[in-house]
Structure formats: structure tokens, C-alpha cells
């Protein structure tokens, strides 16, 4: 059965707190997180397209508990990612996004990131650089250090509640950045009709579909 918006309202309001607690965690990661913490925070983004946010993090244990993120090879990576659906081309993603992160034989993403006036230049910035990296993806990594109020995450489970909920017509089979952009205007809209603010809308419509808040 489908809720209706006064009974995701309602959801909304129980679960509240526990949305600004991860927003401020994500936060948090940002502001004080290592080169490290932050670029395995892009690797995880790196993993999420057409696989399971949870079998992408264990994943990332995984590579963790090996030290394979900032010393393993593409193939020794790929071993790693055995959870994770086309795992030889994101392994070499994560090699050449090391790579190109990588000053003076150390991750300096933070820095990187910095030079970047704003958020939508940050995202743009990392899908004309990043490989693997597309708006979606970007999107992703930048809420989770912090930086998600004004853009969305357009995976699967927002644009199937934006639909059930009438602010799009159909879900694209392809996502140009054209179309990207007009989503994440109506998704913004819409969170300032319902007076949801579209980072919590993300984490709302998770929880909608799994029960849980994760990220």
C-alpha cells in the first residue's frame, strides 16, 4: 500500500533526529575527516552503481582489512570486490582516481576539493575528471562529506518515490545531464512544497524503502 504524503509526514517527524545525526556525521567526516577517510568515502561511491549500497561497504571493509585501497593493484582490488558487480572496471577506477588524487606520493583530495568554489562546481569538477564518476555518483560522495543540501542523489529509490508521489511523470532509462538537472529542480521543489529539505528527502526515502537509515 502506498503512503500517502501526510503519512510520510508522519514517518518524517519520528525519524527526524536520527536524519540530522547522520547529516551531522556527514558533516563531521568532512570537516575533519583524513585524505583517507575522504577518498575511501569516493571509493564507496565509486562501487554504488548497479550494486547494493551494503555489499559496496563490506566491500570497502574489505579492501580496509587488506589495504588494498591505497596500495593494492587494479587486480588485487578486483579480488576484493567480489560482492560488487563489475568489479574489474571499478578496481581500475579506483586505481586511476588514486592516481589522480595522489601529490607528492600522498592522497590530497581535500585540497583538491577546496579549490572548487561551490558544490555544483565540485560536481562537475569530479565528473569531467573522475572516471566511474557520473552525477549521480558525485552527488553521493559530496553529500556524504557534507556538502548535500542543494543537490540530489538520483539513484533508483528517489526516482522511483518521486514518481509514486507525481513529481515525474517516468523514470528515464538513461539519466543526460540535462535531465539530471531538471529532476533535481522538481526533486527541490517538491521538498520545499512538502517542507522536507531535499537532503533529508534522500535519507527519508531510503529509509522508505529499506528501513533503515544507512548512506
Given at each position: 500500500?502506498?503512503?500517502?504524503?501526510?503519512?510520510?509526514?508522519?514517518t518524517?517527524?519520528?525519524?527526524?533526529?536520527?536524519?540530522?545525526?547522520?547529516?551531522?556525521?556527514?558533516?563531521?567526516?568532512?570537516?575533519?575527516?583524513?585524505?583517507?577517510?575522504i577518498?575511501?568515502?569516493?571509493?564507496?561511491c565509486?562501487?554504488?552503481?548497479?550494486?547494493?549500497?551494503?555489499?559496496?561497504?563490506?566491500?570497502?571493509?574489505?579492501l580496509?582489512?587488506?589495504?588494498?585501497?591505497?596500495?593494492?593493484?587494479?587486480?588485487?582490488?578486483?579480488?576484493?570486490?567480489?560482492?560488487?558487480?563489475?568489479?574489474?572496471?571499478?578496481?581500475?577506477?579506483?586505481?586511476?582516481?588514486?592516481?589522480?588524487?595522489?601529490?607528492?606520493?600522498?592522497i590530497?583530495?581535500?585540497?583538491m576539493?577546496?579549490?572548487?568554489?561551490n558544490?555544483?562546481?565540485?560536481?562537475?569538477?569530479?565528473?569531467?575528471?573522475?572516471?566511474?564518476?557520473?552525477?549521480?555518483?558525485?552527488?553521493?560522495?559530496?553529500?556524504?562529506?557534507?556538502?548535500?543540501?542543494?543537490?540530489?542523489?538520483?539513484?533508483?529509490?528517489?526516482?522511483?518515490n518521486?514518481?509514486?508521489?507525481?513529481?515525474?511523470?517516468?523514470?528515464?532509462?538513461?539519466?543526460?545531464?540535462?535531465?539530471?538537472?531538471?529532476?533535481?529542480?522538481?526533486?527541490?521543489?517538491?521538498?520545499?512544497?512538502?517542507?522536507?529539505?531535499?537532503?533529508?528527502?534522500?535519507?527519508?526515502?531510503?529509509?522508505?524503502?529499506?528501513?533503515?537509515?544507512?548512506?
Open positions: 500500500m502506498v503512503e500517502t504524503l501526510n503519512e510520510v509526514k508522519g518524517y517527524f519520528l525519524i527526524k533526529d536520527e536524519i540530522e545525526d547522520r547529516l551531522e556525521e556527514f558533516q563531521e567526516k568532512g570537516r575533519s575527516g583524513s585524505d583517507e577517510e577518498f575511501t568515502e569516493l571509493v564507496f565509486l562501487l554504488t552503481p548497479q550494486s547494493k549500497a551494503k555489499s559496496c561497504w563490506l566491500a570497502i571493509q574489505n580496509i582489512n587488506n589495504n588494498l585501497i591505497f596500495q593494492g593493484s587494479a587486480s588485487e582490488i578486483s579480488e576484493g570486490l567480489n560482492i560488487v558487480r563489475f568489479r574489474n572496471n571499478k578496481a581500475r577506477y579506483i586505481v586511476e582516481a588514486r592516481e589522480f588524487f595522489t601529490n607528492y606520493e600522498e590530497s583530495i581535500k585540497s576539493l577546496t579549490q572548487q568554489k558544490v555544483f562546481s565540485k560536481r562537475e569538477w569530479l565528473v569531467k575528471d573522475v572516471k566511474g564518476i557520473g552525477y549521480k555518483e558525485a552527488s553521493h560522495f559530496l553529500r556524504n562529506i557534507g556538502f548535500g543540501k542543494q543537490i540530489a542523489i538520483l539513484d533508483r529509490h528517489i526516482l522511483k518521486l514518481k509514486l508521489y507525481g513529481v515525474i511523470g517516468d523514470i528515464p532509462k538513461m539519466l543526460s545531464r540535462k535531465k539530471y538537472f531538471e529532476i533535481e529542480k522538481k526533486m527541490m521543489d517538491f521538498s520545499k512544497e512538502i517542507e522536507i529539505p531535499m537532503s533529508h528527502l534522500d535519507l527519508l526515502f531510503w529509509y522508505k524503502e529499506t528501513g533503515e537509515i544507512f548512506k
